[in-house]
């Protein structure tokens, strides 16, 4: 059969397409092939083609061939494009035109939590409390794919997103309407950057942007520059494609690589699989950049055919990509904006954390650390296991389920601790008695699809569980574990395997094929280690296969968060703690008391070799996806709306109509200074959207709790704020809601802030209420890397909810400043070398930013004039981080919705 393409050779009359990246090539492609002469046209060519290592401000356009969601993001885009139909329809319009342009695809992954545990129902008890909890939810993605057109949802229970795009919905090759070009995406979630290690260019979005693609809006972005990552070398024995990812993500960060692209290349990448690949450009936004790209070659259609893509369809990306210079062959000669090297001999068994993946630590440095850790964050001085005499005592009641609080010693009313010194619990739990302390690991999870979508590294975390079964050894009591692969592919080939059982044997059992803990859906810690840790005031850890530690994250209550591969995650739950040294002390003990250590129970890379050859098989792939779509019983028989137009309750505490859109007037009011400004929070460096927005738990104090107790919903059923981000009165009381957050406006540490003037301490969310009875607009200061992590769109949405009109921060993520601007908040930045501190600003001022109301360029310069409350004044300078001609329409119109939405009504 033959196909129309956009040819790249036809634009290499000078050998420049020859030099270029190969991301650019593609970026190059989707602009010859939409080229309209208006919304995509010569300038953005030649940008393209005369590409500019050293970066340029213009900007280009990008269409996306799909877009990818998730559940978390999902439902408030659904709820989104929903509301916006609405509008068109009270406006007395055609709501069917409101629809998506190009297929998009949600996969349900976010929502399952591990509530149950270690046995052989915890899969089916965990599937059940979803349903119950997320049924309305379902319900409009149910309602979404028979009211909207090129709109697939991926039911519960079938996958993670990023590991079913990777080994189901990548083409690399799309053929649509007598077309063949790249498949390209973009996502609702910031490691949509995965699927780049199948040679497919997408990246995370936020909900907004994603939407606004949904509806045919070319994404405009700044024209990138690339980055060369060059891999020499091959991983040593004993490493593993997690420990290499965790040195990339501290090498790329250190380095900058914010809003960058990274493209590997050198001869390494001969011995990196496609999973080994997808490992690395899965972190891309812990490194920062974009995307991190990985060519087509000879591993990919190695990999398509392992994961039963057809031949016919492997032929045809293998012949478009050599014929439309798309296809590595390692000898090219690209021009790259820098190049940064690795070799790949150098690489050693690594963690990250405690809070932040790109803080590598080598696995024989992890004790000492731990040590400093606990001094430094904590205030309290590490004492050896050996050497711990005083702590507190935790005493199984008469029930068998109630605790009592005794001391070692005499009295029974007095727990013993010292001020500032390591603390320890004792336990006595069902006739079994065991310590707890700082730094003892309470939560073990193999999760994420970083690694479970590695069949190397879930092998060989089953040989681990082999041998150490082997040897006699278990997990510790304390240890809560879990397995949550990314797809059934994976519990297939662990089955055929036979080390299933073995990581059963383990407490590994399957929770559910979802996020969960790299997620913050780790469920309720078992309610004596609970108390233990709450009592106690432990700082306790988690080690889990994921790439997300933020603060409170992975559980509220715990306080170290370790990164590591599946393996040493298997390793760290048998030893309980991580203040240890795994290369020189016993992780435990066999049956006749002789110690066992980490070299005893790793498998080498051949044996792991050895059961991937009989384990994986392409008809694994067939059986699982060729029901992709179809979902399990609970799914089939959910009973949803149907029609054009969604059914809005108003007595749903999940799905609201979304207040952004409603009434909209014809034309935007005209941009306008802001003057009288009050600071909401003034906040340090790395403040993640998880600050932001977070997406776990919430107490039924905070503002969140209250309001749905006040509606009538029970504590249990509470869920979490990533599965409520349908209902915006939830979520804007739990915007900056984060119980690690740090305001220094605030004494207490959580979400709160001082209403000033009256200088009274309160929840972020209450002050914001009471600052709009006075019509006082709100802004925020911020430090280095404002807006880190996931592409969250309600921490944007959220923002401007509460009244916040601009942020002024050091330095942004990509994604989140781009949500802001998204969503008509104003991002500035301080000028080079200037922050709060450094200008004498404490948060108490009032802020007046001038230069709006008379006209906005792209980086244009505004004047902010801070007050404080002696009538002193300090003066500043702040760039405008409206970055292009089409953001600020974006911003002018209160965000890029509500510019899509007016020009088709203008339009229609």
Known sequence: MSYKIASLKEHNENGQVDKLPFSIRI??????????????????????????????????????ARVLMQDFTGVPAVVDVASIRSEVIRKGKDGSKINPAIPVDLVVDHSVQVDFFGTSYAYSKNVEYEYNRNKERYQLLKWGQQAFDNFTVVPPGMGICHQVNLEYLAQGVIEREGWAFPDTLVGTDSHTPMVNGIGVVGWGVGGIEAEAAIL?????????????????????????????????????????????????????????????????????????????????????LDYMKRTNRSQEHIDLVEEYCKSNMLWRTGNEEITYSDVVELDLSSIEPAVSGPKRPQDKIFVKDLKEKFGHLLKDEFKRQYIPASERTECAWLSEGGSGTQFTWSSAHDDPNTVVMKENS??????????????????????????????TSNPSVMIGAGLVARKAVEKGLDVKPWVKTSLAPGSKVVTDYLERSGLLPDLEALRFHTVGYGCTSCIGNSGPLPPHIDEAVTKGELVVSSVLSGNRNFEARVHPKVKMNFLASPMLVVVYALAGRTDINLFEEPIGYDPN??????????????????????????????????????????????????????????????????????????????????????????????????????????????????????????????????????????????????????????????????????????????????????????????????????????????????????????SYERIHRSNLVGMGVLPLEFESGKTSESLGLDGTETFDISGISEGLEPGKVLTVKATKSDGSTIEFKAVCRLDSGIEIEYYVNGGILHYVLRQFLKNN
């Open 422 to 451: 390591l603390k320890t619990v004792k336990i006595k739990k069902n006739n079994e008695e065991f310590t707890l302390s700082d730094g003892s690991i309470v939560i073990a999870a193999i999760t994420s699809c970083t690694n």
């Open 593 to 810: 008391g002789q110690e066992v250590f980490m070299k005893d129970i790793w498998p080498t890379q051949e044996e792991i070799n050895d059961i991937m050859l009989e384990a994986l098989k392409p008809e694994d792939f067939e059986k699982a996806y060729s029901v992709i779509f179809d979902g399990e019983e609970q799914w089939k028989s959910l009973e949803a709306p149907e029609g054009e137009n969604y059914a809005w309750s108003d007595e749903s505490t999940y799905i609201k109509e979304a207040p952004f859109f409603q009434d909209i007037s014809d034309d935007p009011e005209e941009a306008k200074d802001i003057n009288g400004a009050r600071v909401l929070l003034k906040l340090g460096d790395s403040v993640t959207t998880d600050h932001i927005s977070p997406a776990g738990s919430f107490a039924t104090d905070s503002p969140a709790g209250q309001y749905l107790t006040d509606n009538g919903v029970g504590r249990a059923m509470f869920n979490s704020y990533g599965s409520r981000r349908g209902n915006h009165e939830v979520m804007m009381r739990g915007t900056f809601a984060n119980v690690r957050i740090k305001n220094q406006l605030s004494p207490k540490e959580g979400g709160y802030t001082n209403y000033l003037p009256q200088d009274i301490i309160m929840p972020v969310y209450d002050a914001a209420q009471e600052y709009a009875k006075t019509d006082t607009p709100l802004v925020v200061l911020a430090g280095k890397e404002y807006g880190s992590g996931s592409s969250r769109d309600w921490a944007a949405k959220g923002t401007t909810l509460l009244g916040i009109k601009a942020v002024i921060a050091e």
């Open 27 to 64: 970026l190059l492609e989707n602009v010859i092939r939409n080229h309209d002469g208006f919304a995509i046209n010569d300038q953005h060519l030649d940008t393209l083609r005369n590409w500019n290592p050293a970066g340029t401000t213009n900007e280009v356009p990008y269409k996306p």
């Open 216 to 300: 045919g809006q070319p994404i405009y972005f700044t024209c990138p520059q690339v980055i060369g990552l060059k891999l020499k070398g091959k991983l040593p024995k004993g490493t593993t494609a997690t420990d290499m990812v965790l040195g990339i993500t501290q090498l790329l960060r250190e380095y900058g690589v914010v809003g960058k692209f990274v493209e590997v290349f050198g001869e390494g990448l001969d011995h990196l699989t496609v999973p080994d690949r997808a490992t690395i450009s899965n972190m891309s936004p812990e490194f920062g950049c974009t995307v991190t790209y990985f060519p087509i070659d000879g591993q990919t």
